[in-house]
Every structure is written in structure tokens, then in C-alpha cells.
């Protein structure tokens, strides 16, 4: 099994998770499993810990992707590195899946799945040359904003990383803290709202892929504003966003 490719024209793509159609979501092996391919980026997620360290996962609990269930911040960062993540399942391996990858269980060789902390994800996609595609999850206190990028500067890649976040509280103290950053408002759908929000506090769209038009991308690129999209798996649908003229297309599995 491996990535599906696709005429990408001029957009480029990310990697969903790490290659997550191919190695456990959100995990170092999906890491290095992307970064050794031709990605431009590799999206992942973070969260914070009850003791105030950044840690690497989609959802709120473990509940889905490992044998033990924590609720993450609830949770010590030692508790959280204590989790062992499910290996994935050959029968998830397909274009069509989107989310949800189902996960099987752990091979005794498969030591290396653990809950990764935010250095461990940097520091591979500094090794390889991908940018860090991170999206910060639920609403994130300004104080852990100011500690999660004075940790990426720390790792001498700031300029390496985009922020993307459902929350426009967390983009507007990004925005403050960092003015020439390169940030992304998450959303489902566009509307009025949104262009204003993403003119006014100069942010990017990282949008649902089955709202994308042509006409919001030559908007949006009229602007000066780039479009990215998220979670496309469908190679005639990817081909179809490319020859639009999007940016960026994030994939689980499409290369």
C-alpha cells in the first residue's frame, strides 16, 4: 500500500495527521512516513497537558487511538507519555476513508507508538524540510499560545510552522504575538463573516473541501489570501480542487 498521486498543477499538498492512511494518526511513524514522501507539510494536532507541556493528538481522549483512555488535559504529561497508541489496520488503508481511521492493535515490534510531544514533531519536520502544519485544538489560554511559540522558537523553527485553528480567539493571539506569521482560520463553511474575519485580522482559509468554489478561490487569491483545504482523499475531487487553483489540498492518503 502506499499514496495515491494525483496531478497537483501548482497546488501543494499536506499530509493529514502524518501520512495517517499508512501509519497511526498523529503518531512518529506517520510523521516519517510523510516526510519522506513529497509533501510540502505535515499537519498535526495539539493539545496541552495538566501540567502545562504540549502533547500530540487529534481528540480530547485516547479513547479512539489507544488501549487506554485519559482525558488529555485532564491528565499529567507523564500519564499521557505512558499511553500506547493502536497500530493501524491494513483494512484502513483506503482512498475513500476520511476520518475515523479504525486502528487494529499493537505488534510487539511497535514500540515506538506513544503520544508524541510537540519537540519530537518539530524537530522531524525540521530534519526533513516539511512544514509544520499545526493546528491548535479547543480554545488554548493566551498564556500556553506564548509558551507554544517560545518553545518553536526555542527549536529554531518558527519560520518553519503554520498555524491553523477552528478558534479565532486563538488566530487573534497569534496574530499579536506573531504580525508576519503565516496563520489559517479552520472552518466548514464561508460566509460574510468569515472574509471579514480573515481580512481584518489578515489570516489564510483552511476550508472544508466540498465548500470550495472556484469563484471563493479567486476571490479569496484577489485578496492576497491563500486557500488551503481539508480532508480531501478523492482523486478526481483533488484534480478538480487543482485545476480551481487552490493552494494547498490536505490529504490522508493523496499525494
Given at each position: 500500500?502506499?499514496?495515491?498521486?494525483?496531478?497537483?498543477?501548482?497546488?501543494?499538498?499536506?499530509?493529514?495527521?502524518?501520512?495517517?492512511?499508512?501509519e497511526?494518526?498523529?503518531s512518529?511513524?506517520?510523521?516519517?512516513?510523510?516526510?519522506?514522501?513529497?509533501?510540502?507539510g505535515?499537519?498535526?494536532?495539539?493539545?496541552?497537558?495538566?501540567?502545562?507541556?504540549?502533547?500530540?493528538?487529534?481528540?480530547?481522549?485516547?479513547?479512539?487511538?489507544?488501549?487506554?483512555?485519559?482525558?488529555?488535559?485532564?491528565?499529567?504529561?507523564?500519564?499521557?507519555?505512558k499511553?500506547?497508541?493502536?497500530?493501524?489496520?491494513p483494512?484502513?488503508?483506503?482512498?475513500?476513508?476520511?476520518?475515523?481511521?479504525?486502528?487494529?492493535?499493537q505488534?510487539?515490534?511497535?514500540?515506538?507508538?506513544?503520544?508524541?510531544n510537540?519537540?519530537?514533531?518539530?524537530n522531524?519536520?525540521?530534519?526533513?524540510?516539511?512544514?509544520?502544519?499545526?493546528?491548535?485544538?479547543?480554545?488554548?489560554?493566551?498564556?500556553n499560545?506564548?509558551?507554544?511559540?517560545?518553545?518553536?522558537?526555542?527549536?529554531?523553527?518558527?519560520?518553519?510552522?503554520?498555524?491553523?485553528?477552528?478558534?479565532?480567539?486563538?488566530?487573534?493571539?497569534?496574530?499579536?504575538?506573531?504580525p508576519?506569521?503565516?496563520?489559517?482560520?479552520?472552518?466548514?463553511?464561508?460566509?460574510?463573516?468569515?472574509h471579514?474575519?480573515l481580512?481584518?485580522?489578515?489570516?489564510?482559509?483552511d476550508?472544508?473541501?466540498?465548500?470550495?468554489?472556484?469563484?471563493?478561490?479567486?476571490?479569496?487569491?484577489?485578496?492576497?489570501?491563500?486557500?488551503?483545504?481539508?480532508?480531501?482523499?478523492?482523486?478526481?475531487?483533488?484534480?478538480?480542487?487543482?485545476?480551481?487553483?487552490?493552494?494547498?489540498?490536505?490529504?490522508?492518503?493523496?499525494?
Amino acid at each position: 500500500m502506499d499514496t495515491i498521486k494525483i496531478n497537483r498543477r501548482n497546488a501543494e499538498m499536506i499530509a493529514h495527521r502524518g501520512l495517517s492512511s499508512l501509519e497511526t494518526e498523529n503518531s512518529i511513524p506517520a510523521f516519517i512516513a510523510a516526510a519522506n514522501r513529497s509533501y510540502y507539510g505535515v499537519e498535526t494536532d495539539v493539545h496541552v497537558t495538566k501540567d502545562g507541556r504540549f502533547v500530540i493528538i487529534h481528540d480530547d481522549t485516547t479513547e479512539r487511538v489507544a488501549f487506554d483512555s485519559i482525558q488529555i488535559e485532564e491528565s499529567s504529561y507523564d500519564l499521557v507519555r505512558k499511553i500506547i497508541l493502536k497500530d493501524m489496520c491494513p483494512a484502513a488503508q483506503s482512498e475513500q476513508n476520511t476520518e475515523n481511521i479504525p486502528v487494529c492493535g499493537q505488534t510487539p515490534d511497535r514500540q515506538d507508538l506513544i503520544v508524541p510531544n510537540l519537540a519530537e514533531y518539530i524537530n522531524i519536520c525540521k530534519k526533513y524540510g516539511k512544514k509544520c502544519i499545526l493546528e491548535l485544538k479547543n480554545q488554548f489560554d493566551p498564556d500556553n499560545i506564548r509558551r507554544l511559540t517560545d518553545e518553536i522558537l526555542s527549536l529554531n523553527y518558527l519560520t518553519g510552522t503554520v498555524f491553523i485553528s477552528f478558534s479565532l480567539e486563538n488566530l487573534k493571539v497569534l496574530r499579536q504575538l506573531l504580525p508576519k506569521q503565516e496563520l489559517y482560520y479552520l472552518t466548514g463553511e464561508y460566509n460574510e463573516t468569515v472574509h471579514s474575519d480573515l481580512t481584518q485580522y489578515w489570516l489564510h482559509l483552511d476550508i472544508y473541501y466540498r465548500t470550495l468554489t472556484k469563484e471563493i478561490i479567486d476571490q479569496l487569491h484577489s485578496e492576497g489570501i491563500l486557500v488551503n483545504c481539508w480532508t480531501c482523499d478523492n482523486k478526481e475531487d483533488a484534480e478538480r480542487l487543482t485545476e480551481w487553483g487552490v493552494d494547498f489540498i490536505t490529504s490522508n492518503i493523496l499525494e
